[in-house]
């Protein structure tokens, strides 16, 4: 693509990264349902263990003692 410079991510594939700054209103354009379930059966067990219980909102907080997240 015109613009964009390639670098792999974690799983090794080819990601188009812009050159400048994608605005949010573009970024929310490129954002789709894909309808994909938990990846784990006992994702929120998981989850809960790693970050406590959810909060009302069914967000998970840090890790325990992350204090950089603390900040």
Avoid: C, H, V
């Amino acid at each position: 693509m015109p613009g964009t410079r390639s670098e792999e991510d974690a799983m090794g594939d080819p990601r188009p990264i812009p050159d400048e700054e994608t605005k949010q209103d573009e970024q929310a354009a490129l954002i789709r349902r894909t309808d994909n379930g938990p990846t784990e059966e006992n994702e929120e067990a998981l989850l809960a263990e790693e970050f406590g219980e959810p909060d009302a909102a069914g967000l998970y907080g840090a890790p325990a003692g992350d204090e950089e997240a603390d900040r």
